[in-house]
Antibody
């Protein structure tokens, strides 16, 4: 059973950079799959932030693309999120997840099968 | 940017059938996935590839697809099904993942 655990500061000041790390257990990131960050503002819905493959290729949601970097450190079996120039609107529970996939004549299709418990990050001075 | 549209809320009495819809222009081309999220918990997938049910998910959960709309159906709703439900799919490129806004299912 794949396990994921987020870590990082729970409070970030406006205009600064939010940095989180996801540690993966019982599965080697280098073995494959995309790995994702997803956030959920308090009382609101889920928002996919982006995904990274073990090789380093990334995809980001268009609305955050200019402020986000997702990176992977396979030697530590971790991947990370950096979101710069944060505002109060970035306050959310941030979760990491494994993006599994299915493949058929329609092509690849991704879904999130293992999730971390999530960590609340508040943006406030 | 691509969006998936869900009704904010659905209410049903125990034993009745709940239907939650999700609409998006790329759904004829991209599979949809449904997640159940209870307060303070991580989402759990209840339907994958439009209509497949993962192992361990009760048979009362089913999914269907028609054109630009996919539907999650919960037959014989139980109190424990009260939760938020999210659809997830991708844009036409398949590389940008999107969640619907979520539907709060209330069991009266």
């Amino acid at each position: 059973q794949v396990q994921l655990q987020e870590s990082g500061p729970g409070l970030v000041k406006p205009s600064e950079t939010l940095s989180l790390t996801c540690s993966v257990s019982d599965y080697s990131i280098s073995s494959g799959y995309y790995w994702a960050w997803i956030r959920q503002p308090p009382g609101k819905g889920l928002e996919w932030i982006g995904s990274i493959f073990h090789s380093g290729s990334t995809y980001y949601t268009p609305s955050l693309k200019s402020r986000v970097i997702i990176s992977v450190d396979a030697s530590k079996n971790q991947f990370s999120l950096k979101l710069n120039s944060v505002t109060a609107a970035d306050t959310a529970v941030y979760s990491c997840a494994r993006a599994s996939y299915s493949y058929d004549s329609s092509g690849y299709s991704y879904y999130f099968d293992f999730w971390g418990q999530g960590t609340l990050v508040a943006v406030s001075s | 940017s691509y969006e998936l549209t869900q009704p904010p809320s659905v209410s049903v009495s125990p034993g009745q059938t709940a239907r939650i819809t999700c609409s998006g222009d790329a759904l004829p081309k991209q599979y949809a996935y449904w997640y159940q999220q209870k307060p303070g918990q991580a989402p759990v997938m209840v339907i994958y590839k439009d209509s497949e049910r993962p192992s361990g998910i009760p048979e009362r959960f089913s999914g269907s697809s028609s054109g630009t709309t996919v539907t999650l159906t919960i037959s014989g709703v139980q109190a424990e099904d009260e939760a938020d439900y999210y659809c997830q799919s991708a844009d036409t490129s398949g590389t940008i993942q999107v969640f619907g806004g979520g539907t709060k299912l209330t069991v009266l």
